[in-house]
């Protein structure tokens, strides 16, 4: 079975599902100190062949032809979704969970998974972006400051500090609890635990 640069398998035709075997294929492009990265194929319940995965999901996303976002960084949280969704080790709970406090948005979680087995939520945000690299400065050579996005008013430094600082801690405030509490039911995260204890 041959594969394409990218690590996808050719047997696998349907663009959907070669964009899924592509993320599962893809590692993470940074990593963000105490907090989880993207679920592993072992906590997925994948095993190192995901073709025939892939090709039993095909009935789900055919049916789905048409209803799939097209810009981008929008299909690309959906292919998220319908991984954590279908894999057999996790459960999708909840997605573009909006946090609020007296009517002010403080922001939105992107995912809320768990496995099969541990009743704790696992937050995951996702993104995909075109970068520009500059040969020059600023910063050192290897720099994420370097990497420019569109109109250089973005780069990967000021979108992971954006992550490191904001969009991950989110999820671990009194207020986000409180609002994932409020949508979350007992069976998503365990009769007998409380849900501020578990947040990762």
């Known amino acids: 079975m041959t594969t394409s640069a990218e690590g996808v398998s050719d047997a696998i035709r349907h663009t959907v599902l070669r964009d899924l075997a592509w993320l599962l294929a893809t590692p993470d492009l940074v990593t963000l ?53 279908n894999a057999p080790n996790t459960r999708l709970l909840a997605n573009n969970l909006r946090i609020t406090q007296r009517r002010t948005t403080l922001g939105e979680l992107d995912m809320l998974y768990r496995t099969r087995t541990n009743p704790v939520p696992v937050h995951l945000e996702v993104a995909i972006k075109f970068y520009l690299g500059l040969p020059d400065g600023p910063g050192e050579a290897n720099s994420q400051s370097r990497w420019i996005g ?51």
């Not at 976002?69 to 292919?79: I, N, Q, S």
């Not at 780069?155 to 949508?183: D, F, V, Y």
């Open 33 to 85: 100190g105490a907090y989880p990265g993207r679920p592993t194929g072992l906590t997925l319940g994948l095993t190192d062949n995901h073709h025939t995965w892939l090709t039993a999901l095909l009935p789900g996303v055919e049916a789905l032809n048409g209803k799939l976002a097209t810009r981008m960084g929008h299909y690309h949280e959906r292919l998220w979704q319908l991984l954590l969704d």
């Open 150 to 200: 569109p109109g250089g008013l973005d780069s990967l430094a000021l979108k992971c500090s954006h992550l490191l600082h904001h969009q991950l801690p989110l999820s671990r405030t009194r207020t986000a609890q409180a609002n994932i509490a409020h949508w979350l039911t007992p069976r998503d995260t365990g009769e007998a635990t409380t849900l501020s204890n578990l947040l990762t």
